[in-house]
């Protein structure tokens, strides 16, 4: 993992956004994608609510994610799943309802 004595919060929560892609892309083929399989695999180990997706739910988010429908989610699509995730833990936080 790339690190810095000067690391701050923030950088340390990006270098752990990438590396975490990068721990499980490449599994199935291309180094740089994640396939299905590899997204239900960072879902379920890094993610609380991994756990409790059933298959249909993996199948609806990749889907969603793959823009371009190769079957595979590149760095891009990922951060969009990334973005949408934080949104909602902020919403959560803030206390919204929407």
Avoid at 23 to 28: A, I, W
């Amino acid at each position: 993992m790339w690190t810095s004595a000067m690391e701050t919060p923030l950088e340390k929560a990006l270098a752990t956004l990438v590396c975490t892609f990068h721990k499980y892309s490449g599994k199935e083929g291309d180094k740089m994608t994640l396939s299905k399989g590899e997204l239900k695999e960072l879902v379920k180990n890094e993610l609380g609510l991994g756990e409790k997706m059933k298959e249909g739910s993996i199948e609806k988010l990749m889907k969603s994610l793959d823009r371009n429908s190769d079957q595979e989610i590149d760095f891009k699509e990922y951060s969009v799943f990334l973005t949408t995730l934080c949104i909602a833990y902020n919403d959560f936080f803030r206390g919204d309802s929407k």
